[in-house]
């Protein structure tokens, strides 16, 4: 059932319901063009999502302006194995998706398959420390505003809806990683309370006590 959890500025935040999945994968696809899982292709990445949904659908969350859904927000609790079933649901997808990638020379392909094929669909070193080892805690997996509704603070009202998201599945603390080259998202965690944990040459950890 889709709940409301708060209206700012003629901006709904609300549970997502499965209908919703599309309107989301359309998002990713707008707002992270060269990312790898973007370069999966619209179905796999819907199924990508949906894996994480049938899990934990209370842990979807989005902005809606005027009907139309222009951010969301996403993740999972500690022990998640959302992403080992969607490897193991779609392995031939998968397997052919990525020759065709490899064929074309796709560096974010050949980054991931260098890893292992049991990694490609996890974040770097910190993610896994993350997925891993963060008893007790929730993870911010994903969140994306369409750049046309940019800078009307929908990013920070989807991380606190997020957490609120997390309280409700009493979990106390989050944790999300990001790109060092991301500027405008560690802005956003920083404003939104969120201290650095760990920090590699490629990436960051933040986390947050609620």
Same mark, same amino acid.
Request: aromatic residues 10%; positive net charge.
């Given at each position: 059932?889709?709940?409301?959890?708060?209206?700012?500025?003629?901006?709904?935040?609300?549970?997502?319901?499965?209908?919703?999945?599309?309107?989301?994968?359309?998002?990713?696809?707008?707002?992270?063009?060269?990312?790898?899982?973007?370069?999966?292709?619209?179905?796999?990445?819907?199924?990508?999502?949906?894996?994480?949904?049938?899990?934990?659908?209370?842990?979807?969350?989005?902005?809606?302006?005027?009907?139309?859904?222009?951010?969301?927000?996403?993740?999972?609790?500690?022990?998640?194995?959302?992403?080992?079933?969607?490897?193991?649901?779609?392995?031939?997808?998968?397997?052919?998706?990525?020759?065709? /990638?490899?064929?074309?020379?796709? *560096?974010?392909?050949?980054?991931? =398959?260098?890893?292992?094929?049991?990694? &490609?669909? !996890? $974040?770097?070193?910190?993610?896994?420390?993350?997925?891993?080892?963060?008893?007790?805690?929730?993870?911010?997996?994903?969140?994306?505003? /369409?750049?046309?509704?940019?800078? *009307?603070?929908?990013?920070?009202? =989807?991380?606190?809806?997020?957490?609120? &998201?997390? !309280? $409700?599945?009493?979990?106390?603390?989050?944790?999300?990683?990001?790109?060092?080259?991301?500027?405008?998202?560690?802005?956003?965690?920083?404003?939104?309370?969120?201290?650095?944990?760990?920090?590699?040459?490629?990436?960051?950890?933040?986390?947050?006590? &609620?």
């Amino acid at each position: 059932m889709e709940t409301k959890i708060t209206t700012d500025k003629g901006i709904v935040y609300r549970t997502a319901a499965k209908d919703d999945l599309a309107a989301i994968v359309a998002v990713h696809l707008e707002c992270f063009k060269g990312y790898f899982l973007s370069e999966l292709g619209r179905d796999l990445l819907h199924k990508y999502y949906l894996e994480f949904y049938a899990e934990n659908p209370e842990l979807f969350a989005v902005a809606e302006e005027s009907g139309t859904i222009v951010g969301f927000v996403m993740g999972m609790l500690d022990g998640s194995t959302a992403r080992k079933m969607f490897v193991k649901n779609n392995m031939f997808s998968l397997g052919l998706r990525m020759s065709a /990638l490899l064929l074309t020379l796709n *560096k974010n392909a050949w980054s991931r =398959l260098i890893g292992g094929f049991s990694s &490609l669909f !996890k $974040r770097k070193q910190i993610s896994d420390e993350i997925s891993s080892s963060s008893v007790g805690y929730g993870t911010l997996l994903s969140i994306a505003v /369409l750049p046309g509704s940019s800078g *009307k603070g929908i990013g920070q009202n =989807l991380v606190f809806s997020y957490e609120e &998201l997390i !309280k $409700r599945s009493n979990y106390n603390k989050c944790r999300l990683s990001v790109r060092a080259e991301n500027t405008g998202a560690i802005a956003l965690y920083k404003k939104c309370g969120y201290l650095v944990y760990k920090e590699t040459e490629s990436e960051l950890g933040f986390h947050k006590m &609620l």
